[in-house]
């Protein structure tokens, strides 16, 4: 064999090894052979760094770069949250500010005070009233929300037929796009003169044994202003829900039922668990509406600044309602007061927007369907 075949001969078996990933011997011999087949091979075809030892390549180095796209979306999205976070701060401070002179007058009591006379030649205001209404109402309002909302959302993605599911989807989304003027009218018109012989019969029936039953007049309660306001609620809970239950993966739906679970064990036990976050989510995004809700409880209460623990008897008022009718009113320190009922409005449902999220980010759809 002529010396110009040999480093043929050895880059060509130095190839195949390679290739194949064959272990070599790790004598001394078997390195000089490798090290002279190395040398034979171009530049291109040789080895990074560590490529003595192992015999193999180096380590790749993967690159990624942002297209023009990805870094409008990534600064559009910053841009967006950003300046939503910055409205929430402004308002705050706006309210803040306005308030100043009503909190500096009232001081505590501005908590604990129901009477309502912040431009009377001794002010005397506060907001214990109005935050009792709006929380009672919005409980009411919520009791009623809940149960309809996880019913529908769960009947019209496992119970439905297919043929249907796209109309009541379509009819959800339709029902919450309707402004709250139409549903309040409906209410005082319709609804509460509905309920008023059954309210009637409730009150004879259970106001002796139930105290929150009794009433002296019914119609005008805190009680109805919370259904009225539950109508609004339902349909933007339940879309919420009715997505977020949809998400669901099928195929663990099917193994539960070819395990042997009925068509409602299958539900309770993937399907709500895997939409619990969304279940919570959709339900305080109702609240939030329940809670601001102006145009209903001021059609059907009649509105008093006192705290009407009583739901099915006349009267009470909420933080909407006072803004609502108060304000065209409301003087200089009127003014001021009604800033200070409307921040400490914020500061609730900012409060129970913000547990609300605590809640749900402990419990992450799917998180109850993981093995």
């Not at 990074?48 to 942002?66: E, M, N, V």
């Not at 559009?76 to 309210?95: E, H, M, R, S």
């Not at 209404?133 to 409980?139: C, N, Y």
């Not at 919570?280 to 059907?300: F, N, V």
Request: some cysteine.
């Amino acid at each position: 064999m002529g010396p110009n075949r040999a480093p043929f001969r050895l880059r060509a078996a130095f190839t195949c090894a390679y290739r194949r990933g064959q272990r070599r011997p790790r004598t001394l011999s078997g390195m000089r052979t490798r090290a002279r087949a190395r040398s034979a091979l171009p530049a291109g075809e040789r080895g990074g760094a560590g490529a003595g030892s192992t015999g193999g390549p180096g380590p790749r180095k993967i690159s990624a770069r942002l297209t023009r796209g990805d870094r409008l979306y990534h600064a559009t999205a910053t841009a967006g949250a950003g300046a939503t976070l910055a409205l929430i701060v402004l308002i705050g401070l706006f309210l803040l500010i306005k308030a100043l002179p009503a909190l500096r007058e009232a001081g505590w009591s501005f908590l604990t005070t129901k009477e309502w006379s912040p431009d009377a030649e001794r002010p005397r205001f506060g907001v214990a009233a109005m935050m009792a209404g709006t929380l009672v109402s919005a409980v009411v309002a919520m009791a009623v929300t809940f149960p309809v909302s996880v019913s529908t959302a769960v009947f019209i993605n496992e119970y439905a037929p297919r043929r249907l599911r796209r109309p009541l989807t379509s009819l959800i989304d339709l029902m919450a796009a309707i402004p709250s003027l139409i549903f309040a009218m409906w209410g005082l018109f319709v609804l509460v003169p509905f309920l008023v012989p059954l309210e009637q019969w409730a009150v004879d029936r259970f106001g002796g044994a139930l105290p929150f039953m009794r009433a002296t007049a019914i119609g005008a309660s805190l009680g109805n202003a919370g259904l009225v306001i539950s109508l609004m609620t339902i349909p933007i809970a339940t879309s919420i829900i009715r997505e977020v239950l949809a998400q669901v993966p099928r195929h663990e739906c099917e193994g539960a039922l070819a395990l042997g679970a009925t068509r409602w064990g299958m539900i309770r036990t993937v399907v709500l668990p895997f939409g619990r976050g969304g279940i919570i989510g959709g339900s305080m995004l109702g609240l939030g509406r329940a809670l601001g809700e102006t145009l209903a409880a001021t059609l059907i209460l009649s509105l008093t600044f006192e705290i009407k623990p009583r739901v099915l008897e006349n009267g009470g008022i909420t933080v909407a309602s006072a803004l609502a009718v108060q304000f065209k009113d409301a003087q200089t320190m009127g003014l001021s007061a009604l800033m200070a009922a409307g921040l400490a409005l914020f500061v609730v449902t900012f409060a129970i927007n913000f547990l609300a999220a605590i809640v749900v980010s402990r419990s992450r759809s799917g998180a109850g369907v993981e093995a």
